[in-house]
């Protein structure tokens, strides 16, 4: 079956998403389903918590902190001061995720994910959010 041709002027740059707000949009999809994990009362989760030392006090606000990141990462793609903030602190929180790991001796491969998150959310900030509020501020002026 052959490809019926795009109309000319259908799609224009903004109407497709760039692999950055695609990027985005994506990191924000896996912290929903990374904070719906770590709400679900598990043994597992509980053990790898336990294992990397985190404090109970602090286990309730991890699947807040992932929401409300989620939330800000969708945000920043139409407020980008949202979104670099929002980045930002992912960038910290996931360094801090990486830094537990290697306190506890963990394979490198274990921290992968963490460490490939918090790269994520490095690209976005200063790929996606920092380049769109200099845009923003020149548009103003």
Same mark, same amino acid.
């Given at each position: 079956?052959?490809?019926r ?5 259908v799609?224009?740059l ?6 950055? =707000? ?6 924000a ?8 994990a ?9 053990a ?30 139409k ?7 929002t ?16 306190? !506890? ?5 274990? /921290? ?8 994520? /959310?490095?690209? !976005?900030?200063? /790929?996606?959010y ?6 923003? =501020?020149?548009?103003?002026?």
């Amino acid at each position: 079956m052959a490809r019926r041709p795009i109309p000319h002027g259908v799609y224009t740059l903004r109407t497709v998403p760039s692999r950055l =707000e695609q990027l985005a949009v994506g990191l924000a999809g896996l912290q929903v389903l990374d904070a719906i994990a770590n709400a679900l009362p598990r043994r597992l989760v509980k053990a790898h918590l336990d294992h990397l030392g985190v404090p109970n006090d602090l286990r309730p606000v991890l699947p807040v902190i992932k929401v409300t990141t989620a939330a800000g990462l969708l945000v920043g793609l139409k407020a980008p001061r949202v979104g670099a903030m929002t980045s930002a602190l992912l960038v910290a929180y996931y360094a801090a995720a990486v830094r537990f790991h290697l306190l !506890t001796n963990d394979h490198p491969v274990v /921290a992968a994910p963490a460490a490939a998150f918090g790269a994520s /959310a490095a690209l !976005t900030l200063v /790929a996606l959010y920092l380049p769109a509020i200099g845009r923003t =501020e020149t548009i103003r002026t």
